[in-house]
T-cell receptor, first 115, second 113 residues
Framework: DGGITQSPKYLFRKEGQNVTLSCEQNLNHDAMYWYRQDPGQGLRLIYYSQIVNDFQKGDIAEGYSVSREKKESFPLTVTSAQKNPTAFYLC??????????????FGNGTRLTVT | AQSVTQLDSQVPVFEEAPVELRCNYS??????LFWYVQYPNQGLQLLLK??????LVKGINGFEAEFNKSQTSFHLRKPSVHISDTAEYFCAVSVRGYQKVTFGTGTKLQVIP
């Protein structure tokens, strides 16, 4: 079955360390996204990529970085510059479609705790 | 820029009762609208979507939503809920021609036995 795999499910890091969250998809989707979810705040877009080797900042990109070297992979690095990194991170993908009409397919998320 | 408002953060409802989860959006241009469901510690799954055409949209698990352009609303309804419907529900909007999707803050549906 096709889908999106996020690993690990739970991640613990010390403050000041960079950490990379993995996202792999075998849906052959061109577009991939990273969202951050905090209680009561819904999902906020960190970065998105519509094609390999290209990505755009979302609403809360500060303190995060991404790469898109392969169609299947869109890793997210949470840097030490991110002031409040503890959150639930969701990766998603979609067919770009004719501008926004394609639904998002989500992974099961990575819960990051930084102490 | 588009925005989505889900006024109800929590909605308790008895099993087999009807439910309506409210969603209002703001955009100066045409939009696409979506409802997603999230079970604990999981990602989101698509319930239904409105792209164009009929304003009444049917989705999975017996849910439906009605697009009301004049009221800029897209409320989600189910005539009879089950315990298994306990989850968090998110309304989302994207502007035609753009790939960015904006989500509401979510509504937690608690079905009481």
């Amino acid at each position: 079955d096709g889908g999106i795999t996020q690993s690990p499910k739970y991640l613990f890091r010390k403050e000041g360390q960079n950490v990379t969250l993995s996202c792999e998809q075998n849906l052959n989707h061109d577009a991939m996204y990273w969202y951050r979810q905090d209680p009561g705040q819904g999902l906020r877009l960190i970065y998105y990529s519509q094609i390999v080797n290209d990505f755009q900042k979302g609403d809360i990109a500060e303190g995060y970085s991404v790469s898109r070297e392969k169609k299947e992979s869109f890793p997210l690095t949470v840097t030490s510059a991110q002031k409040n990194p503890t959150a639930f991170y969701l990766c998603a993908s979609s067919i770009p479609g004719t501008g926004g009409n394609s639904p998002l397919h989500f992974g099961n998320g990575t819960r990051l705790t930084v102490t | 820029a588009q925005s989505v408002t889900q006024l109800d953060s929590q909605v308790p409802v008895f099993e087999e009762a009807p439910v309506e989860l409210r969603c209002n959006y703001s955009s100066s241009v045409s939009v696409y609208l979506f409802w997603y469901v999230q079970y604990p510690n999981q990602g989101l799954q698509l319930l239904l979507k409105y792209l164009s055409g009929s304003t009444l949209v049917k989705g999975i698990n017996g849910f439906e939503a009605e697009f009301n352009k004049s009221q800029t609303s897209f409320h989600l309804r189910k005539p009879s809920v089950h315990i298994s419907d306990t989850a968090e529900y998110f309304c989302a909007v994207s502007v035609r021609g753009y790939q960015k999707v904006t989500f509401g803050t979510g509504t937690k549906l608690q079905v009481i036995p």
